[in-house]
């Protein structure tokens, strides 16, 4: 059991994490990863709600009645939407700047709708919890990464900070929507290759007997 | 490789090969590399031979990585590397050729599957990357090399810094044709132009030079004669139009014609085979729509010039052109009711 909630965790940030493994949300993935912070930013807003969608739908599984669930589920999600908004606009206000439309995009993001389609609303409350949790994770982490990549190489700074005088020959294409498109692609090739090389792995060391007679067969 | 290939028809044979054509096509385009020469120093020599250098090291690489056959003896690859350099301005620096070919090579070609299974023009995709990343750099013209003056080498004062490298940037810095056209009529000579003796990049300018070489190429049969021809007509027919619409009918044709990268798109570029339609009707369509968004680019878009991007989009629809252009087969009767 306890092996099992671990896994809910860990589910979302390798074996099916939303950017790389099942591909949802890449709109707002393409469009805020120009710079680390904001991708990290986006990821976090993400996190939140979530984690917070997931338990309350968790919660309001036995009432929300069939029908109405999707309309339901928005509303649910669209509460801590506005939550995450007034905090950043207060708080943050360049992140908010920065984020832009697609903050409130939130309500509709492909994550949270199917993580409430299709884990909260039919499991217990501490389960939903933590799948929110490692999915926002996962998130956040290939958004930061992309965000790292393209900031890198399309301003020549990290974080924010430029490194040494790599802004001079940056590419402006990395920061530009077809840069999003190329980092993106490159790095879930990456992702499915390293995924694949270590399932290959597992396998072969479960099948050690059979290693052999395979590769006489390549 | 094995002897016996099974394959579809048609089953003819003859002795072209892929190297041959594209060792046909580097021969073609000998003209257009001594015109770069002559007009903007060995520099331009230098970037083409980094470009064609990056991109068969790129190749050989990508193979050597991935396990694949090498390919590089296609001379496909450098092909690719010396019309991306083509493309290019004489003041770019040093690393801009060897980044625009790798791309061009690993992300357009080699990704795709390799020669014949891109979707692109490999050169054409790299250059409008080059464009997008460093626009300026790109964008900013210099004066043609006078060689009395001792200035052989003077263009490789940019080898670091590009055109920050240059003593005084101002005094050599010039518009394209295309872009004095833009802002009224164009102040370069039709015989400059036609010559090569005006700002751009180190292939486009000399008309002559890429006509030499593009008349080899249909002469040869390597390229089928309606793609440059359609092309380059197009973009006339609606400068003429442009210009009646202006009050001066003739005012744009030569300059639309002569200036800007139009020859070397329409003989070189966008006679690419795996990017092109099969089909005779089909060239013609593909040549007539790059001409069309060339002009269209050109006139009413935010870039002075249009042609990479014109080829780029008909090579995305190059698919779809070759749907609607099917040929009839022999014999065959349309069905009663069924409308093509």
């Known amino acids: ?106 309500v509709v993001n492909c994550i949270i709708l199917a993580r409430a389609e299709a884990f909260a609303s039919c499991n217990p409350v501490l389960d939903s919890a933590l799948d929110g949790l490692g999915m926002g994770f996962g998130f956040t982490l290939s958004l930061t990464f992309i965000g790292i990549v393209r900031e890198l190489l399309g301003a020549g700074s990290f974080f924010g900070m430029p ?56 | ?109 080699m990704l795709f599957g390799g020669i014949g299974k891109n979707f692109a023009n490999p050169a054409i995709a790299g250059r409008i990357f080059l464009l997008l990343a460093w626009s300026a750099a790109m964008t900013s013209f210099v004066k043609p090399i006078v060689w009395s003056n001792g200035e052989a080498f003077s263009y490789f004062r940019c080898i670091l810094k590009g055109r920050d490298g240059l003593v005084d940037v101002a005094a050599v810095s010039t518009a394209t044709p295309l872009a004095s056209l833009r802002f009224g009529a164009a102040k370069e000579g039709l015989l400059a132009m036609f010559l090569g003796n005006v700002g751009g990049s180190l292939g486009e300018t000399s008309a002559l030079a890429l006509l030499i070489g593009g008349v080899y190429l249909i002469v040869r049969r390597i390229i089928d004669w309606r793609v440059p021809v359609t092309f380059i007509g197009t973009v006339a027919v609606f400068a003429l139009i442009y210009g009646a619409a202006k009050g001066q009918p003739l ?34 369509v593909f040549a007539f729509g790059c001409g069309l968004i060339t002009s269209l680019i050109r006139f009413f878009g935010s870039y002075p010039e249009g042609v990479s991007f014109a080829i780029l989009l008909m090579n995305i629809v190059t698919p779809y052109i070759d749907k609607a252009c099917r040929p009839r087969p022999f014999g065959y009767v349309q069905k009663k009711g069924a409308k093509a």
């Not at chain 1, 669209?78 to 439309?101: C, I, N």
């Not at chain 1, 402006?172 to 290759?193: D, E, K, R, S």
């Not at chain 2, 990056?54 to 990508?62: P, V, Y």
Request: glycine share 6%; charged share 10%.
């Open chain 1, 1 to 106: 059991m306890k092996s099992n909630r671990l896994n809910t965790l860990t589910n979302g940030i390798v074996k099916s994490n939303p950017t790389f493994r099942l591909v949802l949300g890449t709109c707002p993935t393409l469009a805020v990863t120009t710079q680390a912070l904001n991708g990290l930013a986006m990821g976090a807003a993400v996190t939140f709600v979530l984690l917070c969608s997931n338990i309350m739908i968790s919660l309001l599984k036995k009432v929300i009645p069939d029908r109405v669930r999707i309309p339901a589920f928005v509303v649910i999600i669209a509460t801590f939407v506005t939550v995450v908004q007034m905090v950043m606009k207060k708080f943050l206000p360049s992140l908010y700047d920065a984020l832009g439309v697609f903050l409130p995009l939130i």
């Open chain 1, 163 to 218: 490194i040494g005088s790599l802004g001079n020959v940056s590419m402006t294409v990395f920061i530009l929507p077809a840069g999003g498109f190329l980092v993106y692609g490159t790095l879930m090739a990456l992702v499915n290759f390293l995924t694949g090389l270590a399932e290959n792995r597992k396998y072969d060391s479960s099948h050690k007997e059979k290693k052999n007679e395979k590769e006489a067969n390549v």
């Open chain 2, 1 to 109: 490789m094995s002897k016996y290939i099974v394959s579809s028809s048609p089953h003819i044979a003859n002795e072209r090969t892929v190297t041959t054509i594209m060792l046909e096509v580097l021969i073609a385009l000998i003209p257009a590399v001594v015109a770069s020469v002559y007009f903007f120093g060995f520099y331009a020599l230098f970037l083409e031979v980094l470009s064609v250098g990056a991109a068969i090291g790129a190749e050989a690489l990508f193979n050597l990585i991935t396990k694949k056959e090498q390919t590089i003896t296609d001379c496909s690859a450098a092909v690719t590397g010396l019309l991306l350099a083509l493309n290019l301005p004489v003041s770019v620096p040093f690393y801009v050729p060897i980044i625009g070919s790798a791309f061009a090579i690993v992300f357009v070609k």
């Open chain 2, 251 to 284: 005012a744009y044709v030569l300059p639309s014609v002569l200036g800007g990268g139009l020859f070397l798109g329409a003989f070189f570029m966008a006679t690419d085979y795996s990017t092109t339609p099969n089909t005779k009707l089909g060239l013609t």
